[in-house]
């Protein structure tokens, strides 16, 4: 009897362990084919600005560029006004980061630390403001910038820019400064740190992966701007990347090998920093994501 007991537990164990790997390998398939869907796009653009304008413009669609050459991103790292282009969008994701952080961080730290009248009322509308588009915003914004001289140089996007990245750095660094120990802030005091030293000192390592995560999100929110940028630079040579894309489409047609080498530079950053720094932004969106 103790045997085909053991028999009967045997095989259910086994066909539970078969369904479990055709299960396991069903769901490895559909991951397969959903990143393909989602990365051809980015395989698209970087194989077509590898291609010669011939072969771009051919009848036959190629796949992969059948005679590889660099000149689409030799021509654009040949232009000035691509060089100025890259500058303005590093000038602006840079600068709008660091406003970010200035203003963002310190504001996480005293509501995550301290008691602050009427908190859930900040919180809700730091996330009405992240809930508002950039268009509603640009007619208000473009007054006060013109009133306060701001048109026509890097502040003025940069600050608009900051304007939507603090509400996010709010909302993922509270939960990060709540969840830190108390008794951290006590042996700090105990030391001799004060208010300053210790949240340098011991709260920015002790939260390093939300951070991380919100200083990728708002660089890269400076660098993917076109609104803010093309409404407040009114100047030409002070657009970014984003914003003089158009210049390859002309009458005499569209180079499109030289569009997607330009485009390929563009999302060159988000790609890298999302590549190497993926366990921290994953991370530091989940923790933040916590409700209290």
Known sequence: MEKTVNTKKKTKE???????????????????????????PIYWLVAMSFKSDAESFGKIVTYYPHNFTFDPWIQNFQDAEFLKSLKNSIVIALLSMVLSMTFGVPAAYGMGRYRVPGSKGFLLTFLVTQMLPASLMLTPMYLIFNKLHLLGTYL???LAISSGSVPFIVVTLRPYF???PTALDDAARIDGCGVLRSF????????????????VISF????????????????????PLTANIYKFQSKWGTKWNCIMAYGTILVLPVILLFVFLQKYIVGGLTAGAVKE
């Open 178 to 180: 709540k969840s830190v």
């Open 156 to 158: 003025g996007p940069a």
């Open 14 to 40: 086994t066909v539970l362990n078969s369904r479990e790997r055709r299960r396991n390998l069903v769901n490895c398939i559909l991951a397969v084919i959903i990143a393909i869907l989602f990365l051809f």
């Open 200 to 215: 340098f000192k011991i709260m920015i390592p002790a939260i390093k992966t939300g951070i991380i995560t919100v200083v």
């Open 220 to 239: 890269l929110n400076g660098w993917n701007d076109l609104a803010y940028s093309m409404t407040f630079n009114v100047k030409p040579e002070m657009r």
